[in-house]
């Protein structure tokens, strides 16, 4: 067990709809970041997040959007959802944002149909 | 980063040592080599990582050569369980996580 935690762990939703997916970091991590993985891409970096503030932008589509709360828990928003879409969503947490090793979570499995 | 090269499969018997290379040939000073494994449609998992100095966990051992071009992560009894993904990733400074297709370990009995 990683101590990340992310819900819902699988999703299924139509093309068009919106999805939310969260993610809870280790306890006394600061910096969170979103992969997603397709068959064909690989893991994929989307965006990281580091004490609420977004720290770096990878391949995130315009339809997507993160953010982290006081909290420190993140979400990811997926709105007008694509067949391609369709990927596990990886959230992964680090202390920092410096040389530091990253834990990840088990990931939410989303099928857009 | 400095870009990472990987076997695309290797396969180890069970019990064997596992040994996986990383070539990273324009790794500059301050980045850092860093292993995560990752089983089937799991969580990328961390194993290890160093700098320039050899290092040991209870997971691996991290093999960096002297001229930091390349290292071996090495498994020392593997088990079926070790059967996944291997990732090496290169790194300094602000650190994110990026990953190749990595090396696709088979380990049997």
């Known amino acids: 067990d990683s101590g990340v935690t992310q819900t819902p762990k699988h999703l299924i939703t139509a093309t068009g709809q919106r999805v939310t997916l969260r993610c809870s970091p280790r306890?006394?991590?600061?910096?969170v970041y979103w992969y997603q993985q397709s068959l064909d891409q690989g893991l994929q970096f989307l965006i990281q997040?580091?004490?609420?503030?977004?720290?770096a932008k990878g391949n995130i589509l315009e339809r997507f959007s993160a953010q982290q709360f006081p909290d420190l828990h993140s979400e990811l928003n997926l709105s007008s959802l694509e067949l391609g879409d369709s990927a596990l969503y990886f959230c992964a947490s680090s202390v920092g944002h410096l040389n530091t090793e990253a834990f990840f979570g088990q990931g939410t499995r989303l099928t857009v149909v | 980063d400095a870009k990472t090269t990987q076997p695309t499969s290797m396969d180890c018997a069970e019990g064997r040592a596992a040994n996986l290379p990383c070539n990273h040939s324009?790794?500059?000073?301050?980045?850092?080599v860093y292993w995560y494994r990752q089983i089937h449609s799991q969580g990328p998992q961390y194993i290890i990582h160093g700098l320039k100095n050899n290092e040991t966990n209870e997971m691996a051992s991290l093999i960096i050569t002297e001229d930091r071009k390349s290292s071996t992560l090495i498994l020392p009894h593997a088990t079926l369980r070790d059967t996944a993904v291997y990732y090496c990733t290169v790194s300094g400074g602000s650190y994110i996580p990026t990953f190749g297709r990595g090396t696709s370990l088979i380990v049997h009995p």
């Open positions: 997040y580091y004490n609420g503030e977004e720290r």
């Open positions: 324009t790794i500059s000073g301050n980045e850092y």
């Open positions: 306890s006394g991590d600061l910096s």
